[in-house]
């Protein structure tokens, strides 16, 4: 499986929104639960949402609730984390991550795949 984050890096000011879209090719995207992380400057790299292989469970960390919803489309092969009310705290790079196991993990260690990153800027 290979993974990318394409589309939707940027800057935006201060409640915008963003939306990342994670497109994997060499398997079918259904196999693996994804997960977006996070690596702002300076920072340890976080993971900020989760999807089941389904789509039927998601995890959200508490700096992003409310505010990120991630989504999946496996006849597509992507996945999306739409973004809202953006913060300045928000300014990363953005990484898509596939693991084999097909329910939520925030432990980075069990992602076997990530995609190269986009980065997204949150101006004040």
């Known amino acids: 499986l290979r993974s990318s984050c394409r589309r939707g890096g940027g800057l935006v000011h201060t409640g915008g929104s963003l939306r990342l879209s994670c497109v994997a090719s060499?398997?079918?995207?259904?196999?693996?639960?994804i997960g977006w992380f996070r690596q702002a400057p300076g920072k340890e790299r976080e993971e900020v949402s989760c999807?089941?292989?389904?789509?039927?469970?998601?995890f959200h960390a508490d700096s992003v609730k409310g505010r990120f919803t991630i989504s999946r489309d496996n006849a597509k092969n992507t996945a999306h984390l739409q973004m809202n009310s953006l913060e300045p705290d928000d300014t990363a790079v953005y990484y898509c991550?596939?693991?084999?196991?097909?329910?939520?993990?925030?432990?980075?260690?069990?992602?076997?795949?990530w995609g190269k990153g986009t980065l997204v800027t949150v101006s004040s």
């Open positions: 060499g398997s079918p995207l259904d196999y693996y639960a």
């Open positions: 999807i089941s292989s389904s789509g039927g469970s998601t």
């Open positions: 991550a596939a693991t084999t196991l097909v329910y939520c993990v925030v432990e980075e260690h069990k992602y076997d795949f």
